[in-house]
């Protein structure tokens, strides 16, 4: 579904991807996982186009994105849900939920994204900001599906949630996969991506390291996390 | 009573038209950080529409409004998406004066091809004629009908923004654009769309005010001001605050026509005043800009170095000492006290990282205490002198108390509203300070033998004043202060959180610059041996500004250079062209477009910078690089409550 | 070192206590009803998930926020009120999460502006042009031990790379010779390289000074910390050494996780 090869992307002067191959297949989950500064959330911003210099070769769907911009991406099906949540603080819930149009017919009626995540209903005329981090991640989660997204782009999140919301956020995302859609997910919490994702990338310096299965995570966690720093 | 009414109405009409105005400004401001300066031209243009409209084809107030909005708006897309758009991001400083750059542009341009001052009565359609009897007041319709349309646009607008869908996605650009292009929103056509109604607001206010105020190329000159106050005062970015302060405002002043009619203009700066004083960010809140960072562009170090060496003195010194044999004397004189003027402003802007826009206060309040001292009470000019520097340098200290807590556009804004009130003052006591006509007659007198009214002489005492101080000023900015400043200026946080008084240095700075333009302004009156309203008005704050970025802010005679250049310009263009100000007007556009660090700052950088400039890197991490194309909203970096 | 010594003579009871402190913003309760004493220990770390308070007790502490309710007392004196230059100046100074330096200064005159401050008070309006020379051996031996290359040191800040800005950070702070000394993420972004040598650096800080650390990396925290302070939703949840607080089922379940 999305194949990346040789990807180079820089911040001004700075070079921050070195040359990333990767591929994801359609109905999968697969993380990133590497060390603050490694590349992950770069990585995210360059295939949803938020990364202004970037080369190489990103195909989405048989259609080359490499030079497209965000809009364009986002409508053929591409999904971010950012590290910092980006929750339009001054839009109440029901505003940042329907802030991107439905495109196709993958879109989810709004009745089946409050199914997923009940609270949004329950909330939809409060101002985004007074949620809950957990919350908000749920609403940062569910504005791709209204959209229509079949690939999500999820930044770390389970970050700085209590271990029960991230138990909540796993087992969403597990139905999201059930349900059909691909995700690429950056995560840091070794115990939660070997739980929600069928394989990994291992990222340093930019550059892709190592392919892992989640058995081979599990096993070497002492020493990944030792690597990671966390 | 329904003589109170008609007054209270009256106030609901200008104040209309001031909350249609700051209604577009603060969209402005909200959506894309940027104060418009050229706000007051558009609208005037919006005015001329209609005048020109009516006056030829007979057209009525619909067209006029229609054509107006629709023109003036089309035209603020286009400067939006030409010439601001390049400047996102960069330090308020920069657009302010593209904004007024372009502004006397504008006003110049229209005053060559149509200089009208009458109203355009003419333009009231048949249903708007008369007076209409309301019950409790007869008042005439159309004032009624501008009441109620200023009224209907800023609740409209509000409904737009805050209950549809296409208001969401306004807000949703202004707060995080890039995060909202990955939602598949347009955020250029938001942004020159946002653009485009604000603009058409301000040209329809200028069409609707055209069958009652006076239609000259001038008009927004002092609608920019109050509106400014206004937006300030209401919350920057605040869509009800600027409304809601904007029909204030003209109920205030209608208010105040009848207490004391002479202080019914300054009465709107004093409320900002006191607004920002009691309650910091405004009444409403709006974009917190406290934390606004300086993104103009400092000298390095390196640049730095090099102006405070001696070489570099060593040359201006040469350019002072030959710079009369080129130019009258008199004119000479005048240069280098703008340059003395500029240079102490920008001690403030460059240093301090402080942005005055009132610092004329100062260069005003020193001549009048001067004149009024040698003139009234017959003082000798040299005491008379002493005393009026000191005195304003007092004055600078009282405010500075105010001041020195203040930042960014906060800081700005009480300078222009303090600068406001001294206007008014020296304008309310005429008995002493002449009013309008000024102080005529002062005598340079005499100095250790030498005769003063010789202007080769004064030149030559002006002179040695000027390197007398730039000398220290230069001593004071290698000193251990200097650095300190510098840090204050450059993260006041961690200067603070080292053991640094912010408030002291900055205080210091504050006091120290209002004795330097207080210098410059006493000699100054004294060059012309008058003194008049000229040298409090806000266009005399305006000038350093202007002088100094065109120099180059923070190179030390940078801003006597751009002082050079302005009043040598002023003086060569009024002899062959009436359009000195277009040029003028022109010139600001280039520099800040295309020489941002100014005339001596961009040379120094090409010969200094670029050659050593080895090796670019900054952190790596993708999660903290910022994307500087965006209006940078920097509250949130600034945000780190975990 | 001569602020060590006067208060070496004071140092009875706390050092530093917060009793029943308590920050809200709006209706956010950031730091709730904290009650805490700190006696002279080599270093404390606190550790908890995002969001737990701890940044908004180290602006508490600092003076850069002024508490809802409560009290805060350093040496038994009153300081909760205090705007941050007195409390710097009394001996207690941060370093902040996202690095804040001079970025347009020179390496050197961010350390200089520190060191000046303690010295002289920084405000000398003029001086011989030499003056930064009294200073400039203090600051590099500084810089030495932060490990900032000299090559580097007549740079703009701006101009290194991130994990040298962090020694930066670090150095400013520690150029102030303070008693007790709040580190903020120290280690944040850092290669593994530099954590260790950061880590060893505070391990030999903390010999004269008291050291308040909060910190994500749990490897450093391990290292270095005498006492470990867990916070979560703006309480402290407990305190004790590392290896009880690690199998504190509590503390397990608010932030290390099933795993750990």
């Known amino acids: 579904m999305l194949k990346i090869t040789n990807l180079d992307s820089f911040y001004g002067e700075s070079h921050v991807l070195q040359g990333i191959d990767l591929n994801v297949e359609a109905g999968e989950v697969v993380t990133l996982i590497g060390r603050n500064g490694a590349g992950k959330t770069t990585t995210l911003k360059s295939i949803i186009g938020d990364i202004p210099r970037r080369t190489g070769s990103i195909v989405f769907n048989n259609a080359e994105i490499i030079n497209a911009t965000s809009e364009q991406i986002c409508k053929m099906g591409v999904g971010l849900v950012p590290d910092d949540r980006g929750i339009f603080s001054t839009l109440s819930v029901y505003e940042n939920l329907t802030i991107g149009r439905p495109v196709g017919p993958q879109a989810w009626p709004l009745s089946r994204v409050y199914e997923l995540f009940p609270v949004l209903k329950d909330r939809n005329a409060q101002k985004a900001s007074s949620l809950s981090g957990g919350e908000q991640q749920m609403l940062a989660i569910a504005r791709p599906l209204y959209m229509g997204s079949t690939f999500l782009l999820l930044d770390e999140p389970s970050e700085g949630l209590a271990p029960v919301i991230i138990d909540a956020i796993g087992s969403a995302i597990q139905q999201i996969k059930a349900a059909g859609l691909t995700v690429l997910l950056v995560e840091q919490n070794l115990p939660f991506a070997t739980e929600v994702a069928d394989r990994h990338y291992l990222l340093e310096n930019g550059r892709i390291v190592r392919e892992m299965s989640n058995s081979e995570v599990a096993t070497e966690e002492e020493s990944l996390l030792a690597h990671l720093g966390v | 009573m329904s003589?109170?009414?008609?007054?209270?109405?009256?106030?609901?009409?200008?104040?209309?038209?001031?909350?249609?105005?700051?209604?577009?400004?603060?969209?402005?401001?909200?959506?894309?950080?940027?104060v418009n300066f050229m706000h007051g031209s558009?609208?005037?243009?919006?005015?001329?529409?209609?005048?020109?409209?009516?006056?030829?084809?007979?057209?009525?107030?619909?067209?006029?409004?229609?054509?107006?909005?629709?023109?003036?708006?089309?035209?603020?897309?286009?400067?939006?998406?030409?010439?601001?758009?390049?400047?996102?991001?960069?330090?308020?400083?920069?657009?302010?004066?593209?904004?007024?750059?372009?502004?006397?542009?504008?006003?110049?341009?229209?005053?060559?091809?149509?200089?009208?001052?009458?109203?355009?009565?003419?333009?009231?359609?048949?249903?708007?004629?008369?007076?209409?009897?309301?019950?409790?007041?007869?008042?005439?319709?159309?004032?009624?009908?501008?009441?109620?349309?200023?009224?209907?646009?800023?609740?409209?607008?509000?409904?737009?923004?805050?209950?549809?869908?296409?208001?969401?996605?306004?807000?949703?650009?202004?707060?995080?654009?890039?995060?909202?292009?990955?939602?598949?929103?347009?955020?250029?056509?938001?942004?020159?769309?946002?653009?485009?109604?604000?603009?058409?607001?301000?040209?329809?206010?200028?069409?609707?005010?055209?069958?009652?105020?006076?239609?000259?190329?001038?008009?927004?000159?002092?609608?920019?001001?109050?509106?400014?106050?206004?937006?300030?005062?209401?919350?920057?970015?605040?869509?009800?605050?600027?409304?809601?302060?904007?029909?204030?405002?003209?109920?205030?002043?209608?208010?105040?026509?009848?207490?004391?009619?002479?202080?019914?203009?300054?009465?709107?700066?004093?409320?900002?005043?006191?607004?920002?004083?009691?309650?910091?960010?405004?009444?409403?809140?709006?974009?917190?800009?406290?934390?606004?960072?300086?993104?103009?562009?400092?000298?390095?170090?390196?640049?730095?170095?090099?102006?405070?060496?001696?070489?570099?003195?060593?040359?201006?010194?040469?350019?002072?000492?030959?710079?009369?044999?080129?130019?009258?004397?008199?004119?000479?004189?005048?240069?280098?006290?703008?340059?003395?003027?500029?240079?102490?402003?920008?001690?403030?802007?460059?240093?301090?990282?402080?942005?005055?826009f009132g610092q004329a206060a100062y260069w005003g309040t020193a001549a009048y205490v001067m004149g009024v001292l040698a003139m009234t009470f017959g003082a000798p000019t040299w005491l008379a002198f002493i005393a009026g520097v000191a005195i304003s340098t007092t004055l600078g200290l009282f405010f500075g108390l105010i001041l020195a807590r203040k930042k960014g556009i906060y800081f700005s804004m009480i300078t222009f509203a303090i600068s406001a009130i001294i206007a008014f003052v020296v304008n309310q006591f005429a008995d002493y300070t002449g009013g309008e006509d000024g102080l005529h007659g002062l005598s340079r007198g005499t100095l250790f033998g030498m005769d003063l009214q010789n202007d080769r002489v004064y030149y030559h005492v002006c002179m040695a004043i000027v390197i007398l101080v730039i000398f220290f000023l230069c001593r004071l900015l290698k000193s251990p202060y200097g650095l300190s400043l510098l840090g204050a200026r450059e993260n006041e946080r961690r200067m603070m959180s080292v053991g640094y008084n912010v408030f002291f240095l900055r205080l210091k700075a504050y006091v120290l610059s209002a004795f330097i333009v207080s210098t410059a302004g006493a000699l100054y009156a004294l060059n012309h041996q008058f003194v008049t309203l000229e040298m409090v008005n806000w266009r005399a704050s305006g000038e350093p500004v202007m002088m100094t970025l065109l120099g180059g802010a923070g190179t030390i005679f940078g801003p006597v250079l751009g002082a050079g250049i302005v009043v040598v310009m002023r003086n060569a263009l009024s002899s062959i062209t009436d359009n000195g100000s277009l040029y003028l007007g022109l010139l600001f556009i280039t520099v800040i477009l295309f020489a941002r660090r100014g005339i001596l700052g961009e040379s120094l950088h090409n010969i200094l910078d670029r050659q050593q400039n080895t090796s670019p890197h900054n952190g790596s991490d993708g999660k903290t690089a910022g994307n500087h194309s965006e209006p940078v909203h920097s509250s949130k970096e600034a945000a780190d409550v975990d | 070192m001569l602020i060590e010594s006067n208060h070496a003579q004071v140092a009875v009871g706390p050092i530093l206590e917060l009793k029943t402190v308590t920050k809200s913003f709006g209706g956010f309760i950031a730091v709730n009803n904290v009650n805490l004493a700190l006696e002279r220990k080599p270093v404390y770390g606190i550790i908890g998930p995002n969001g737990a308070g701890k940044t908004t007790l180290f602006h508490l502490l600092s003076g850069f926020l002024n508490p809802s309710q409560g009290q805060m007392l350093f040496h038994g004196q009153d300081i909760t009120h205090l705007p941050p230059e007195q409390v710097a100046r009394r001996g207690l100074v941060r370093s902040f999460q996202i690095t804040s330096i001079f970025s347009h200064l020179t390496v050197l005159n961010n350390i200089v502006l520190s060191i000046q401050r303690r010295q002289t008070g920084g405000t000398r309006l003029f001086a011989k042009s030499d003056w930064r020379d009294e200073y400039l051996g203090e600051a590099n031996n500084l810089l030495d031990e932060v490990g900032i290359p000299p090559s580097l040191r007549e740079s703009p800040a701006n101009d290194l790379p991130y994990g040298l800005k962090r020694a930066v950070e670090l150095g400013i702070s520690l150029a102030a010779q303070p008693e007790v000394l709040l580190l903020d993420e120290p280690t944040a972004g850092m290669s593994l390289q530099d954590i260790g040598r950061t880590t060893e650096l505070i391990a030999r800080l903390s010999k004269e000074r008291m050291v308040v650390v909060v910190e994500h990396n749990l490897g450093v925290i391990a290292d270095l910390a005498d006492e470990i302070i867990v916070m979560q939703q703006g309480s402290i949840l407990t305190r004790g050494k590392y290896q009880d607080v690690k199998v504190d089922p509590r503390v397990i379940e608010a932030y290390l996780g099933k795993r750990h």
């Open chain 2, 3 to 34: 003589y109170y009414i008609s007054l209270l109405f009256n106030g609901l009409v200008s104040g209309g038209f001031v909350a249609l105005m700051s209604l577009g400004m603060s969209i402005i401001f909200g959506m894309m950080r940027i």
């Open chain 2, 42 to 356: 558009l609208y005037m243009l919006g005015a001329i529409i209609a005048y020109f409209l009516g006056f030829y084809f007979g057209a009525s107030i619909w067209i006029g409004m229609l054509a107006a909005s629709i023109l003036v708006g089309v035209l603020g897309a286009i400067l939006e998406r030409t010439l601001i758009r390049r400047l996102y991001g960069l330090d308020l400083a920069y657009i302010l004066i593209l904004t007024t750059g372009l502004s006397l542009f504008l006003e110049d341009t229209v005053r060559n091809f149509y200089s009208v001052t009458s109203s355009a009565p003419f333009l009231v359609p048949q249903v708007l004629k008369g007076a209409v009897n309301l019950g409790f007041i007869v008042y005439p319709k159309y004032r009624l009908f501008v009441v109620v349309v200023s009224i209907l646009l800023c609740l409209g607008t509000w409904f737009a923004l805050e209950r549809t869908r296409l208001g969401a996605l306004v807000r949703a650009a202004s707060e995080r654009p890039s995060l909202l292009k990955c939602f598949g929103g347009n955020v250029p056509l938001l942004i020159s769309g946002s653009f485009f109604f604000a603009c058409a607001l301000a040209g329809l206010a200028g069409a609707l005010s055209a069958p009652m105020r006076n239609v000259s190329p001038y008009m927004g000159q002092e609608m920019i001001n109050i509106v400014f106050a206004v937006v300030v005062a209401g919350g920057m970015g605040s869509i009800a605050g600027s409304v809601v302060m904007g029909f204030a405002s003209g109920i205030l002043q209608a208010l105040m026509a009848i207490v004391y009619p002479q202080a019914s203009t300054v009465i709107i700066y004093v409320l900002m005043l006191v607004i920002l004083v009691v309650r910091p960010g405004g009444i409403f809140s709006g974009v917190d800009i406290s934390q606004f960072p300086l993104h103009y562009t400092p000298m390095t170090e390196r640049v730095r170095a090099f102006f405070l060496s001696r070489p570099a003195a060593m040359v201006a010194l040469a350019v002072g000492f030959l710079l009369p044999w080129f130019v009258y004397p008199i004119l000479a004189t005048d240069i280098i006290l703008w340059g003395l003027f500029a240079v102490g402003f920008d001690l403030l802007f460059a240093y301090a990282g402080l942005l005055s």
